[in-house]
């Protein structure tokens, strides 16, 4: 999926009336299929500008379009299908806790589902293979039948990131995929999720802390800081100063700081962007 932002800027929607805008006059086109890496310290714009592109948040400025339609302007079963074609992955996914996994996983598919076969999977999961494959991804293929509850933070982030390859989404919008991973399992992470979306042709953006990561995995990285675009480079002309630059008074962050764990607590609240799933 193309995507095209012109001078957009939003809000988040938990914002005071005289807050300054989260995202300023962001300007950036996506083509189809290519992989874009989101740095910048924390309060930057990042999970605000994939909500933008989820089309969760509506642009209080400037105009979003995703192959070429604006979502804003669409009757609301375009907009529905239009959503049903993207697949946001928040940091903390918001998986019901006593479920199966198997059948979170294909919750995914849900959008592309009719209501029969949707209602029906709830209590006979089909597709398990295709959850199965998925789970195996992200090497928790052991927990198809686990129920959601009884995983570590680390495994729910990873079967958050499997529900999204169950999809038949052609944008990926993935928000901190690595925040509760071990280096060796981030890399893992990393290298399947940016393969399966080259597999389908699927266009991928990803916000990362761990810049190192994406400049190695991203040929393209965009740098915001304070709502703003900071740069918009390929991976190897993205050097050290322009990185000191960006994370200039958070040079901790760009250091990495350690993960940021994932709460226990399953019923933390989902970020407003999930509710379009
Ligand atoms: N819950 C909230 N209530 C009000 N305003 C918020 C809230 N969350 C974010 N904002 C505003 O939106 C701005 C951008 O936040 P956003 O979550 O997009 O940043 P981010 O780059 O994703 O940060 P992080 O790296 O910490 O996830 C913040 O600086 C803040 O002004
Ligand atoms: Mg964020």
Request: charged share 20%; glycine share 8%.
């Amino acid at each position: 999926m193309k995507i095209l932002l012109e001078n957009c800027s939003g809000y988040h929607p938990a914002a005071r009336a005289n807050a300054p805008a989260a995202l300023r006059s962001v300007s950036l086109q996506v083509a189809s299929g290519e992989q874009v890496a989101v740095i910048g310290p924390s309060g930057a714009g990042k999970t605000t500008l994939l909500h933008l592109l989820a089309c969760a948040l509506k642009p209080a400025q400037g105009s979003l379009q995703l192959d070429g339609r604006d979502p804003w302007a669409l009757s609301r079963g375009d907009l529905q299908r239009l959503r049903g074609e993207l697949f946001l992955a928040p940091q903390v996914p918001p998986l019901p806790p006593r479920q199966r996994v198997v059948t979170t996983v294909l919750a995914g598919r849900l959008p592309h589902e009719s209501l029969w076969t949707s209602v029906r999977s709830l209590f006979y999961p089909t597709g398990i293979a295709l959850a199965d494959q998925a789970l195996a991804r992200f090497d928790v293929g052991d927990k198809l039948f686990e129920r959601v509850d009884r995983l570590s933070g680390g495994e729910r982030q990873r079967v958050g990131l499997a529900r999204a390859l169950a999809t038949q989404a052609r944008l990926f919008l993935v928000d901190e995929p690595l925040s509760a991973l071990d280096p060796t399992r981030a890399q893992q992470a990393i290298e399947s999720l940016t393969g399966a979306a080259h597999e389908r042709g699927a266009t991928l953006v990803a916000t990362l802390h761990h810049v190192e990561m994406a400049l190695r995995h991203f040929p393209r990285i965009i740098g915001l800081r304070d709502g703003e675009l900071a740069f918009d480079l390929p991976a190897a002309l993205v050097t050290p100063p322009l990185l000191h630059q960006l994370y200039e008074q958070h040079l901790d962050e760009l250091n990495g700081a350690p993960p940021a764990a994932l709460p226990d607590a399953p019923e933390a609240p989902a970020p407003a962007a999930m509710h379009c799933r």
